[in-house]
């Protein structure tokens, strides 16, 4: 490999397979080498929290990788999605079909409960109507789509208004402040209050 111009750094080889990024408390991570070896794979680095080299690990997970990367590259937008299990059958056929125009995020929730797969894909805008075809091809494989695109939470993915989160709002924003016009169901409930 050559040696980097000054100023610059020097490129690093590129690591093969499926990087992982897990944060944990420190005796759960002893296990981690021997649970990586027994899967073909390796422990390519590890810090303490506060001792990390650049970036710290919060900022390769949940949305802060799309934020990351649309900042260093333009033309690129991203969805939210909770993905159908078994979510390889998801996953093979939206990458199948948008190749390199779809980049993976992938992050492990629970709902309910459950373990499930939740995934912040990256995706080379190309309009409106590649977007909307991927979103619906998403659908029909099963994902619950999250559209960050929309005005108003409920439009974004709910698609009905959630008491709760009116009742949170109502708790910490009684004055209804923080983000105007994005909470139908906040607004819902102001045309049917009394106005003074």
């Known amino acids: 490999?050559?040696?980097?111009?000054?100023?610059?750094?020097?490129?690093?080889?590129?690591a093969r397979g499926t990087p992982l990024a897990a944060a944990g408390r420190a005796e759960s991570l002893e296990l981690l080498p021997g649970w990586l070896q027994a899967r073909g794979g390796c422990l390519r680095w590890q810090a303490p929290q506060g001792e990390s080299r650049g970036l710290p690990l919060r900022e390769l997970s949940w949305n802060h990788t799309t934020l990351h990367w649309?900042?260093?590259?333009?033309g690129w937008t991203y969805l939210q999605m909770l993905l159908p299990q078994p979510e390889a059958p998801c996953l093979a056929a939206l990458s199948e079909r948008w190749?390199?125009?779809?980049?993976?995020?992938?992050?492990?929730?629970?709902?309910?409960?459950?373990?499930?797969?939740?995934a912040l894909p990256l995706l080379r805008w190309?309009?409106?109507?590649?977007?909307?075809?991927?979103?619906?091809?998403?659908?029909q494989l099963g994902a619950v789509i999250f559209n960050p695109h929309a005005i108003t939470v409920e439009d974004g993915g709910l698609g009905a208004i959630d008491a709760d989160q009116v009742a949170a709002k109502a708790a910490y924003d009684p004055g209804g402040l923080l983000n105007p016009g994005k909470l139908?169901?906040?607004?819902?409930?102001?045309r049917q209050q009394p106005q003074p």
């Open 1 to 14: 490999m050559r040696p980097a111009p000054p100023g610059r750094r020097a490129a690093r080889p590129r």
């Open 70 to 74: 649309r900042a260093q590259q333009q």
């Open 99 to 118: 190749g390199d125009d779809l980049l993976w995020h992938l992050e492990a929730v629970r709902q309910q409960g459950r373990a499930r797969l939740a």
């Open 126 to 139: 190309q309009g409106e109507a590649p977007l909307a075809a991927l979103m619906q091809q998403a659908r």
């Open 184 to 190: 139908r169901g906040w607004l819902e409930r102001q």
